[in-house]
């Protein structure tokens, strides 16, 4: 594993740990500079192709949804952790599907689902424009919707 620090090819393994999802984290040490750095790998498995409204076909990008998340939650006390967690659980449901496309609509409801769970100012923000509310109106309808549940 090549250190981010300086670059250097040659490292140890300090610390490993497993998660719910199957990847491994390892704490590490570069040989050389001495900086401590942790990588985290996981399986890949196929995940579906994403069908767009539109009826285009898309390769699901973690790293896109990744984005759209952490806007929904900037300034939210989120942390990255739990922000990576949800996405991951996303990614873990698509896989299980055991499809090969998705409609992008599914993922949308899974990110609102762990959203909710997470963050409600979050999930309102990311409600907001996934659900395509562009009035007080139906803004206040899904926080009331909120607020009931």
Known sequence: MRCPYCQHHDSKVLDTSHDSHGGIRRRRECFKCGQRFSTYERPILATPLLIKQDGTREEFDREKLARGVRI???????????????????????????????????????????????????????????????????????????LES
């Open 72 to 146: 929904s939650c900037a300034k939210r006390p989120v942390s990255a952790a739990d922000i990576e967690r949800m996405i991951g659980q996303v990614e873990s449901q698509m896989q299980k599907m055991g499809k090969s496309e998705v409609s992008s609509r599914v993922v949308g409801d899974l990110v609102m689902a762990g959203l909710k769970d997470l963050d409600q100012i979050a999930y309102i923000r990311y409600a907001i424009v996934y659900l395509g509310l562009d009035d007080l109106q139906s803004i206040r309808k899904e926080i009331d919707h909120l």
